[in-house]
């Protein structure tokens, strides 16, 4: 599961946003819990720190780089930015990435299908 959300991130890198408002298929095994997207946007700025401090506790056990930190924190935020009413509460009370990425985010296919949502226009 963290390479799709460093491929993700990867893509918010060069320019395009994560997170649609579909849910992926396949084995992903995420369960997408919570409300719709309405929210307030500002309620991802909000949580920006405490999902950076989680990727960065996580990538001093699993030896991701400063880089693959940032791409995982701007593909959560990219998806929050989309649905702030489902992912800024569920990101706020998360207590580690894979809890977070579990339960916060809409889940990814393992087959690598959800590069295409970036590529449709």
Known sequence: ?????????AL?????????GAKSTGPAGGS????????????????????????????ERTKLTPGEVADNVAMVLGECKTAPGRVAPCA???????????????????QGSEGTQFTQP
């Not at 918010?12 to 649609?20: H, K, L």
Request: charged share 15%.
């Open 1 to 9: 599961m963290q390479l799709g959300r460093i491929v993700c991130g």
């Open 32 to 59: 997408g819990t919570g409300g719709g997207g309405a929210g307030d946007p500002a309620a991802c700025d909000a949580v920006a720190l405490h999902v950076t401090d989680l990727y960065q506790a996580n990538a």
């Open 92 to 110: 706020a009370k998360a207590t580690a990435v894979t809890v977070l990425e579990r339960d916060c985010l809409l889940p990814l296919d393992d």
């Open 12 to 20: 918010v890198a060069v320019g395009c946003a994560c997170g649609s």
